[in-house]
């Protein structure tokens, strides 16, 4: 595969956390590449080394060894203020507690990253792309836990990112409104080609990925290519 079609590659990646004398290594040299576009779950037992990942390639952690490489650009050669504008204008998170302003409607709370982003998308289309349009005017409070969880994935798609970064999307929800969540997400993908990675502990969802990459202690332990994606309603949990 030629590196121009792949948003993230990594090299020997290790991070180890030390408390005095322990040392706890969370990813034991991941070498992984992540084609543009892809729809990507990873799976593994809490404690497998997804989250960390997850946040090194993201560049809120750094590795202890290793490499990682966005459209070839090496993570490690970034400044602290290049890192941030990454961060800022190339990656959208999404985590399982959705960090919304509880005194923002769901619009200003999608307004906040449009005021700081390059090319941002307006934050009435962002909303209505996930099917809540009708929503704009409410606040939290008055969203259901699956809106609150979609007007988040709106406000990280307002900036266009190269790449969706999500942490448990559907882990707070129950089945029926996870797969309203999953549907946005697999939207999102095919829709603008965002790579979308998503960690989870619910090994259906994996029907609906192009790509799964399945963790256990620190390392890769297989990666597994679907070339017939699910539909989220085709998904049961």
């Known amino acids: 595969m030629k590196a121009k079609n792949i948003t993230f590659r990594t090299e020997a ?84 507690a959705y960090n919304l302003v509880p005194s923002l409607t769901a619009f200003e709370n999608v307004a906040l990253v449009t005021d700081i982003s390059l090319d941002p998308m307006p934050p009435a289309e962002a909303l209505t792309a996930v099917g809540l349009g009708g929503r704009a005017r409410h606040f939290p409070s008055q969203l259901s836990g699956g809106e609150q ?50 960690i989870t502990h619910n090994a259906a969802i994996a029907a609906m990925a192009d790509r799964v990459i399945h963790f256990g202690d620190g390392r890769v332990v297989d990666v597994t290519v679907n070339d017939h994606p699910a539909s989220p309603e085709e998904i049961s949990w």
């Open 13 to 96: 990646l290790t991070k180890d956390y030390v408390t005095g004398a322990t040392v706890a290594h969370a990813l034991r040299g991941v070498t992984l590449e992540i084609p543009r576009g892809d729809m990507v779950v990873l799976l593994g037992p809490s404690g497998s080394g997804k989250s960390t990942f997850l946040n090194i390639i993201g560049g809120l952690d750094s590795p202890t060894s290793g490499e990682v490489y966005f459209n070839e650009d090496r993570l490690s050669d970034y400044t602290e203020k290049q890192l941030t504008l990454f961060r800022r204008h190339n990656v959208g998170f999404v985590f399982q």
């Open 149 to 198: 969880q979609r007007v988040a994935i709106a406000r990280a798609i307002a900036k266009r990112p190269e790449v969706m970064l999500c942490d448990e999307p559907t882990g707070a929800l129950d089945s029926e409104t996870g797969i309203v969540v999953l549907k946005a997400l697999q939207k999102v993908n095919k829709k603008f080609g965002t790579t979308t990675i998503i």
